[in-house]
């Protein structure tokens, strides 16, 4: 089992950054891939960025693409996600999860997910 706590959300202007850390603890991190999801008020969960077990293979959304960058230090049990050039629509709650399966941009092929951290970004 993994137990995962994001952190590093907050409020910034347009424009600016942000990066969230997710630390996983448990047996196995390096065993899953990790993704970040976010959540905007009456909005379904739409997945962000995905990252494989080896931080080789990596995924974004089209949203997000040139702006956002996912990493991760599998000697720390953390994964990252750089956020630039934010805007207003980027605003949500930000979620990790990880997951032994394919389908890395379906919320449903995560097994664990964090508490979530809110990020909100204004104009």
């Known amino acids: 089992q993994v137990q995962l706590v994001e952190s590093g959300g907050g409020l910034v202007q347009a424009g600016g950054s942000l990066r969230l850390s997710c630390a996983a603890s448990?047996?196995?991190?390096?065993?899953?891939?990790m993704g970040w999801f976010r959540q905007a008020p009456g909005k379904e969960r739409e997945s962000v960025a995905a990252?494989?077990?080896?931080?080789?293979?990596?995924y974004y959304a089209d949203s997000v693409k040139g702006r956002f960058t996912i990493s991760r230090d599998n000697a720390r049990n953390t994964v990252y996600l750089q956020m630039n050039s934010l805007k207003p629509e980027d605003t949500a709650v930000y979620f990790c999860?990880?997951?032994?399966?394919?389908?890395?941009?379906?919320?449903?092929?995560?097994?664990?997910w964090g508490q979530g951290t809110q990020v909100t970004v204004s104009s």
């Open positions: 990252i494989s077990m080896s931080g080789g293979s990596t």
């Open positions: 999860a990880a997951t032994r399966s394919t389908g890395w941009d379906q919320p449903t092929r995560y097994a664990y």
């Open positions: 448990g047996r196995g991190f390096s065993s899953y891939a």
